[in-house]
């Protein structure tokens, strides 16, 4: 049994039980003489992600079709999970989990987050585009990210109905929580008050979604949908606010 061989396979992605198969051995004895070795053996999660890399396993859910029902149930289930979880726990775990985490991994996830920021910023988060697309399906024009909403303005607005003379802004919890401290978030408070001020003032009806939640269910966004559905059909009173 050639234990060079063995340490190579198993770091091109073999698997201990593969590799006791293989030399007709059991998988506590390759375990033994990884460890033995040095080698840094890959926990559950990582020999899980390996056999989907290299074809020794299937994804459990690959291929299934869940019904919207299912769906639901799913997003309903997640979302209680979370909602009475014990956050203090939840978070000491996450510093944790980012205490061990090397000094290379770290500024990568940083990069990582920035990237994701921008490209919200750019082409809208991922409410903004179900937004769109749904309102789309059920048969209304929506310009999305309408720059230069008035001339000679740098105003953008997050989704217009131009047609009806709608303007829907989606309001995440920056814009009424002061996650980035209390100076930012009257600052943030101001510069919304002016621009709604500015859409009102052209004759435009303002729907403003409050989005409470991330990630928001699945069953909270098809009431959501809903609701901004029977506002517009309602026809606006010149502005209002639905809580996502």
């Known amino acids: 049994m050639n234990v060079t061989n063995i340490i190579h396979s198993y770091n091109d992605g073999e ?108 082409n809208g988060s991922k409410l903004e585009i179900s937004l769109r697309e749904d309102l789309v399906k059920n048969g209304y024009r929506v ?31 920056s814009h009424f929580l002061p996650i980035w401290g209390e100076k930012s978030l009257k600052r943030q408070m101001k510069a919304d008050t002016q621009k709604y001020g500015i859409v009102l003032s052209t004759g435009f009806k303002l729907i403003i979604i409050k989005h409470l939640k991330w990630p928001i269910p699945r069953f909270a966004y098809s009431q959501l949908l809903n609701n901004v559905l029977l506002a517009i059909k309602d026809d606006v009173n010149k502005h209002i606010t639905i809580e996502a």
Not at 23 to 40: D, M, N, Q
Not at 42 to 70: I, Y
Not at 149 to 166: A, S, Y
Request: proline fraction near 4%; glycine fraction near 6%; charge should be positive.
């Open 15 to 122: 698997s201990v039980h593969t590799l006791a198969k293989k030399h007709g051995t059991y998988p506590t004895k390759i375990f033994r003489i990884l460890k033995k070795a040095g080698v840094t053996l890959r926990n559950k999660s990582d020999a899980q992600k390996q056999a989907l890399k290299v074809g020794r396993s299937q994804h459990p859910t690959e291929g299934t079709t869940r019904s919207d029902d299912v769906k639901d149930k799913i997003s309903e289930t997640l979302c209680h999970h979370w909602e009475t979880a014990d956050k203090s726990d939840i978070i000491a775990k996450a510093k944790a989990r980012w205490a061990k985490l090397s000094p290379e991994k770290k500024k990568e996830m940083h990069k990582l987050g920035i990237a994701a920021v921008r490209e919200s910023s750019k």
């Open 143 to 173: 310009d999305f990210h309408k720059k230069h909403f008035m001339v000679d303005t740098r105003l953008e607005i997050d989704l217009v109905l131009p047609e009806l003379g709608i303007a829907i802004e989606i309001k995440g919890p």
